[in-house]
């Protein structure tokens, strides 16, 4: 080899060299990459594969993603790196090489904990802490709490839109969780169903926003979020109760342009109460 293709070689290693801010963004994106994983194999676990979730791109983990990068850049000072900092993405980076996917975000929350509550005077890791935090409760431990409550809450849900639909004419009978159309048709609400993960997500999507825009947390924002959780909630139930006429209806709401429309309408329903609270000086 010469002299002078030794040095381009270096000159080309040396510019692949992540500074200390990319190395969160690319920590942030592995982590991502493993829900994009998730989506996948569950698309796959279908009857039908799913080719549309196969390639869905959730709008929350992104505007997570985005949110990281906008903290990590929107200073002039570079973000660095204690030694100690990087025993700690070290040692949690090691949770991505085993084969269970849900140990990456625990290593997620072990890194958002300490840069949240250990780093206090930089607000950068601070906020970088705060959102691997909720990207690990939206992924993981949202999940994993509901799997212990979830009877209560979908009983609980299944009987509000029974009611629902009662007083609005649909003429449902409730059996269990099974929604009984006067047709002959009827739906079961499962545990994918429920309002509560589309509440973890709008979290995720709030605490994006408020990172996104420099701002804190405070009382109108938190009043933002549960006015948004609430209108998902209710757009929850009512997509619910639209599918209950017929098959038709059933797979327009659950698969179809119904699908997309309700997640857009559940992307707005936290994302216009919190830029509204944003616009508020506390």
């Known amino acids: 080899m010469s002299r002078k293709s030794f040095g381009q070689g270096r000159f080309a290693a040396a510019s692949l060299k992540l500074d200390d801010a990319g190395v969160l963004l690319f920590y942030t994106f592995a982590l991502l990459a493993v829900g994009a994983v998730q989506r996948l194999l569950d698309a796959a676990q279908k009857p039908a594969f799913d080719v549309i979730a196969m390639h869905e791109v959730n709008a ?12 990590l850049k929107s200073k002039v000072e570079a973000v660095r790196l204690s030694k100690v900092d990087f025993v700690i993405i070290s040692s949690c980076a090691m949770f991505f090489l085993f084969p269970k996917q849900s140990l990456p975000f625990v290593g ?18 601070v906020s970088v802490g705060q959102l691997w935090l909720a990207i690990s409760v939206y992924r993981f431990w949202g999940r994993l709490f509901f799997q212990v409550v979830c009877a209560p809450i979908i009983q609980a849900e299944v009987f509000v839109v029974a009611k629902a639909g009662q007083l609005l004419g649909f003429g449902l009978t409730l059996d269990g969780i099974r929604l009984n159309s006067p047709n002959g048709w009827f739906v079961y609400l499962m545990d994918g169903c429920s309002s509560f993960h589309n509440a973890s997500l709008a979290v995720l999507v709030w605490l994006s926003l408020i990172k996104l825009a420099g701002s804190k947390v405070s009382g109108s924002k938190l009043m933002a979020l549960v006015i948004g959780i609430l209108v998902i909630v209710c757009l929850n139930a009512l997509r619910i109760l639209l599918m209950t006429p017929s098959e038709e209806a059933y797979n327009y709401w659950h698969e179809g342009s119904g699908a997309m429309l309700f997640s857009c309408l559940t992307l707005g329903a ?10 508020l000086r506390s």
């Open 60 to 71: 929350g983990e992104l505007l997570a993603f985005i949110a990281i990068y906008a903290v």
């Open 108 to 125: 997620a929350t072990i890194a958002g904990i300490y840069f949240w509550r250990r780093r206090p005077y930089n607000g950068q890791l």
């Open 270 to 279: 936290i994302a216009f109460p919190t830029t509204l609270s944003l616009r």
